[in-house]
């Protein structure tokens, strides 16, 4: 009974990274001087076309190429580009054989357990990975945080 429980909890938490932040991930952008506009390129679907600072920009965490352009009349535009990592979330799918071997439920001692545990943590675990790949979850952008300061344009 608690192999049986244990499994179904694997398999309802094996999408860590899309469980906990989805596939969308927020960029907080500022600038001096403040009220400049922000334009996003190539930041995937659903993600914020344009916002003033200092604000919060959505972007979506599969894009490859995205940019945020500040920009305000007076001041020579800036362009940020961000570039996306592996998220430390997406380990919580290997998590899955370690929770059950350390979890106390299986003890790990015997081969058919870790042989157990390795199979069914490498299936969910492995699920998890494609699930949040395939959201694009398993992945952040960086900088998540953007301030620059404007310089005044030449005239």
Not at 15 to 27: D, E, K, L, S, W
Not at 120 to 147: K, R, W
Request: proline share 4%; hydrophobic share 45%.
């Amino acid at each position: 009974m608690r192999k049986l429980l244990l499994l179904c909890c694997v398999v309802a938490f094996a999408r860590c990274a899309t469980v906990h932040h989805g596939p969308m991930q927020r960029i907080h952008v500022g600038s001096d001087p403040a009220g400049a506009t922000v334009t996003t390129k190539e930041c995937g679907a659903g993600a914020t076309k344009i916002a003033h600072t200092d604000a919060v920009v959505w972007v979506n965490r599969r894009a490859t190429h995205c940019a945020l352009t500040i920009s305000a009349t007076g001041f020579e535009p800036q362009t940020v580009e961000l570039h996306r990592e592996v998220s430390p979330r997406t380990a919580g799918n290997a998590n899955a054989v370690r929770g059950m071997c350390y979890g106390d439920v299986l003890n790990c001692r015997s081969f058919g357990d870790l042989l157990a545990a390795v199979f069914f943590g490498g299936i969910v675990g492995g699920a998890g990975v494609g699930v949040d790949a395939a959201t694009g979850a398993m992945f952040e952008q960086q900088p998540n945080e953007v301030h620059v300061e404007l310089v005044p344009a030449s005239q």
